[in-house]
């Protein structure tokens, strides 16, 4: 079964969807770098081991990534999944676990990178926004896409109302490519993108009516 450590920073919902997810993999921790993210409560009860990593207590990003990275490796995952870590990582670190980490970002990347998406979609007047998983390289929030989730914007809408919208589909999307990193499904390609084998046992075939899972 493959294991996984959750990085946290805040409220941790989209941790808690993966915990209840029900999905065939080992939580090994959930690490914060803030001592007062509510989510580690959460995780606790769950059952699961918390660790602090307080970037407040190291000098620079390259010090409190290397004290990140040794938490990190005592657990020895296979997969680093960021669910609101709200922490810029260096090069060397992301280096480091490079086809092993996936983010969540609130957006359909490529647009809107960075901080105050849903704002930023507002003041854009899109009509479709959304979420993205991804595999993450040095280049902040522009890794390997797995799956994304599209909202409509609606009028009247508001940054509340939007990012309420968009953070039901993260917490769809979130599992579902965990599941599939679980099931040795995804690949990434020599160009940076990344393709979905077919499950075990499928030809690709369209079977219709649909089959029931
Ligand atoms: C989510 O919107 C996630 O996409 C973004 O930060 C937020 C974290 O929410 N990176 P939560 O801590 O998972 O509730």
Known sequence: MKKIVILISGRGSNMQAILEARLPLTVAAVISNDPAAGGLATAQKHGIVTRIVDHRAHRDRAEFD???GKEIDSFNPDLVVLAGFMRILTDAFVNRYRGRLVNIHP???PVFTGLHTHRRAL???????????HFVTPELDHGPIVIQAAVPVLDGDSEDTLAARVLAEEHRIYPQALRWFCEDRLAITPQGTVTLKAARGTSGALVSPAVEP
């Open 66 to 68: 290397a004290a990140l």
């Open 123 to 133: 003041e854009a007047g899109v009509k479709v926004h959304g979420c993205t998983v």
């Open 107 to 109: 957006s359909l990347l």
